[in-house]
T-cell receptor, first 113, second 113 residues
């Protein structure tokens, strides 16, 4: 079925390191992608999005890269901080017919001081 | 500016009953979308309402329904509850819909016994 998968369920990094969270998506028709952060006991928080006509987008300390050839999405977090510890989800949006968001399973990022 | 408010925060229901969950979006947001989050299935999109109309829909059975009022507040109803409906139900509001930044509430934790 439809799926957006993540390569690593848990990523452990040291404070100050750069983190890279990966995501593979299955539908080449997807044309919009979002990264969310979810802290324990809270709802997801929008981090950054990217449309399929772009291959890179930067935000504050975050960069999303999109490789449509291999259907791969990544989130890079620069100078990772303990406050970045959370579960990160990617999601894809398909605009054919009804739109719906398809989410990945999530990667837990653990940042050690 | 108040965030997205979901009520109740916790709910326990018996199999076969029905339940109604409420979501108050951020003022000015006309799009409200609903999601189910479980450890097994992750985050799954239920449906999206915009200006009182269901605009997009995920792959859930007809037991899951919703509506949106003229003030953009939304309710989600689940009829004939099953044990597998136990989950965290999240709603999100946005200006644009499923594309663009969405703001999530803290969710309603539903337990079906």
């Amino acid at each position: 079925g439809e799926s957006v998968g993540l390569h690593l369920p848990t990523l452990s990094v040291q404070e100050g390191d750069n983190s890279i969270i990966n995501c593979a998506y299955s539908n080449s028709a997807s044309d919009y992608f979002i990264w969310y952060k979810q802290e324990s006991g809270k709802g997801p928080q929008f981090i950054i999005d990217i449309r399929s006509n772009m291959d890179k987008r930067q935000g504050q300390r975050v960069t999303v890269l999109l490789n449509k050839t291999v259907k791969h999405l990544s989130l890079q977090i620069a100078a990772t901080q303990p406050g970045d510890s959370a579960v990160y989800f990617c999601a894809e949006n398909k605009s054919t017919g009804f739109q719906k968001l398809v989410f990945g399973t999530g990667t837990r990022l653990l940042v050690s001081p | 500016k108040a965030g997205v408010t979901q009520t109740p925060r916790y709910l326990i229901k018996t199999r076969g009953q029905q339940v109604t969950l409420s979501c108050s979006p951020i003022s000015g947001h006309r799009s409200v979308s609903w999601y189910q989050q479980t450890p097994g299935q992750g985050l799954q999109f239920l449906f999206e309402y915009f200006s009182e109309t269901q605009r997009n829909k995920g792959n859930f059975p007809g037991r899951f329904s919703g509506r949106q009022f003229s003030n953009s507040r939304s309710e989600m109803n689940v009829s004939t509850l099953e044990l597998g409906d136990s989950a965290l139900y999240l709603c999100a509001s946005s200006l644009e819909g499923l594309r663009g930044e969405a703001f999530f509430g803290q969710g309603t934790r539903l337990t079906v016994v």
